[in-house]
C-alpha cells in the first residue's frame, strides 16, 4: 500500500471530520445509508478511529520513553568510560602484560557498549582478586574504591537494558500503530469513493464531510492532454 502524503495526524483528523458530521447530518447519513454506509458501518469506522488515536497516544508515549532511556545510557556510558579508563591507565602502569591479560586487559579498545561492558566488568572483578588488590591500595583503588567504581558499570548495563526494552516497546507501538492505520485508511479510502459517487452532484454536502471534489486535472492527465495537443500540432 502507498504511503499517505498527510501525516497521521491529518489522517485522523480528516477521518474524525467525515465520519463525525456523517452520523450527525441526517441528510448525509441517509443518502450514504443507500451505498452501504448506515450507523453501523459508520460506528465501525469510528471505533477504528478510536483505536488509531490510543495507538498513536501509545507510540507517542513509548517513544518519549526510549528518549528517555537513551538520555540516561548516554550519560551513565561517559562516566562508566571515564572510571575504566582511569583504572585502565593505573594498570598499565603497575602491571606487566602477563599480569595486564590476567586482568583481562588485551585487543582493541572496545567501542560498543555491548563490548564495553563485558570489558569494563571483566576488569574491576579481576582487580579485586587477591593478586592485585594489594598493589592497587597503593595506588588509590582501594576495595571500596573499586567497588563504588564497578557500580557505575553496573549502573549501565542496567540502563542499556532498560534501553533495550524501551526500544522494542517503541517497535511493537509503531508496528501497531501501522497496522491500525492501514485498516482505518482502507475504510476511509472505500467510504470517500462510495461517498463521492452517491453525493457526486451536491458538492456542498461533500465539503461538509471534508472531501472535495477534484477541480483540477491530475498531473496524469495534464500529461494526457499535453500529450495530445503534441500529436495534433
Do not use: C
Amino acid at each position: 500500500m502507498a504511503r499517505p502524503k498527510q501525516s497521521i495526524a491529518e489522517q485522523l483528523t480528516a477521518a474524525q471530520l467525515a465520519i463525525n458530521v456523517s452520523l450527525s447530518n441526517t441528510e448525509i447519513q441517509t443518502l450514504i445509508a443507500e451505498v452501504g454506509y448506515d450507523a453501523e458501518k459508520l460506528e465501525e469506522g469510528r471505533s477504528l478511529h478510536e483505536r488509531a488515536v490510543d495507538a498513536l497516544r501509545a507510540q507517542k508515549d513509548a517513544i518519549g520513553a526510549q528518549q528517555v532511556a537513551t538520555e540516561e545510557v548516554n550519560t551513565l556510558w561517559k562516566e562508566a568510560q571515564d572510571v575504566y579508563k582511569a583504572l585502565l591507565g593505573v594498570v598499565r602502569i603497575k602491571f606487566d602484560k602477563a599480569q595486564q591479560a590476567r586482568l583481562g586487559i588485551g585487543g582493541a579498545t572496545p567501542r560498543s557498549i555491548a563490548a564495553f561492558l563485558v570489558a569494563a566488568d571483566t576488569l574491576f572483578e579481576n582487580a579485586k582478586l587477591d593478586d592485585f588488590r594489594a598493589v592497587l591500595a597503593k595506588a588509590g583503588y582501594d576495595t571500596d574504591k573499586l567497588n563504588s567504581e564497578h557500580d557505575k558499570i553496573k549502573q549501565l548495563a542496567l540502563a542499556n537494558q532498560h534501553q533495550e526494552e524501551a526500544k522494542g516497546a517503541a517497535q511493537q507501538a509503531t508496528q501497531k500503530l501501522n497496522q491500525i492505520m492501514e485498516s482505518l485508511n482502507g475504510w476511509m479510502k472505500d467510504f470517500r469513493g462510495m461517498v463521492k459517487i452517491k453525493l457526486r452532484t451536491n458538492k456542498q454536502l461533500l465539503e461538509k464531510l471534508g472531501i472535495l471534489a477534484r477541480t483540477t486535472p491530475t498531473k496524469a492527465q495534464r500529461a494526457a492532454r499535453a500529450k495530445t495537443k503534441q500529436a495534433g500540432s
